[in-house]
């Protein structure tokens, strides 16, 4: 189904800030809206093209606004076309501009601190489960090491990035001509592909190598720990003795890795396990499903095939291969 709003320009009788919010809302995320400046009345301009896991939009606001949201269960590319995007990122503050790219995490508080009355943006709403399947097959990175190597910020005026950002435009162009794609389930799907390789490309150009150029290397500590996770999975690992691996506090270990992996230790090692688990299910049709929850480290049945759900959408008796 294909979402398409058009502009909305204030009447006598215009809709409130609080129904502005809530249409970008359905389009994109529930969000925090603070006016900063402007007119008392909103001149929303909002349009929209839905590929199933993505979708590509335009929005401003006509007015100096602040937005805090959460994006749960999807990344978020925003690209001004006109003005200025500031925000707040792991590293500090950063402001966009037209030929860059703020990038949200999925399911990560974050806050846009200036959208200026004049900024217009494209954004590429992707959804996470989704999308981390994609870098997986495209680039070949898992979910966590997605999560930390996106930077906060994309440079488009040249290369593989000015190739994307063209792309997501010439998107954009039939946002009011929704019909030249209606009923083409298969248009969609290739169109929405052809974005999230195309942005994955951009980010990793050298896939998941370490010549890749994806932000800044993690700390120590928390290298030390992903290694340690990756090595013996398995093992009954607690808060504290991740801790000690690390040489920090169990509350630094948390702050760093919710600072560069976008999660926790202990749901860094749940994705580990459930990994390395879905692939003992693929291997071996004989294995049974306590079998491999047991031989990785879940404390029941039970809680594996919880895990699995979450993760994959199905039980862990349907995804054998």
């Known amino acids: 189904m294909y979402l ?15 129904r502005a919010s809530q249409a970008v809302a359905q389009v994109y995320f529930p969000h925090r809206l603070q006016v900063l400046g402007g007119g008392p009345e909103p001149r929303l301009t909002l349009a929209s093209l839905d590929l199933g896991p993505v979708v590509v939009g335009q929005v401003g606001w006509g007015a100096d606004v602040a937005i805090e949201c959460d994006y749960p269960a999807s ?9 200025h995007l500031a925000s707040t990122a792991r590293h500090g503050g950063l402001v966009s501009m037209p030929g860059q790219a703020t990038v949200f995490r999925a399911d990560v508080p974050s806050r846009i601190t200036h959208w200026d009355a004049t900024c217009t943006v494209l954004g590429v709403k992707l959804d996470a489960g989704w999308l981390e399947a994609q870098a997986e097959r495209v680039v070949g990175l898992d979910r966590m090491h997605l999560r930390g190597r996106l930077p906060d910020q994309l440079s488009l005026d040249d290369g593989p990035g000015r190739a994307w950002r063209q792309l997501a435009l010439s998107l954009a162009a039939h946002l009011r001509e929704p019909s030249l ?11 929405a592909g052809a974005l999230a390789s195309g942005l994955l490309l951009t980010v990793f150009p050298d896939g998941a190598g370490p010549g890749a150029s994806a932000g800044p290397a993690q700390p120590r500590h928390v290298r030390r720990v992903v290694d340690a996770l990756h090595d013996e999975p398995a093992r009954a690992w607690t808060a504290a003795a991740m801790a000690e691996v690390a040489g ?34 693929r291997a071996d049709p004989h294995a049974t499903v306590s079998d491999v929850a047991a031989r990785w480290g879940f404390s029941s049945a039970s809680r594996f095939a919880a895990a699995h759900r979450r993760r994959y959408g199905c039980p862990p008796s349907q995804a054998r291969g």
């Open 248 to 281: 920090v506090s169990v509350r630094r270990l948390q702050e760093a890795f919710r600072t560069w992996l976008g999660t926790t230790p202990g749901d860094y090692l749940v994705e580990v396990r459930l990994v390395r688990a879905a692939a003992d299910l």
């Open 75 to 83: 990344y978020e590319v925003n690209l001004p076309l006109t003005g």
């Open 181 to 191: 794609f209606a009923q083409a389930d298969v248009v969609r799907e290739q169109l």
């Open 4 to 18: 398409l709003r058009m502009p909305v320009r204030p009447r006598p009788d215009a809709p409130d800030w609080g």
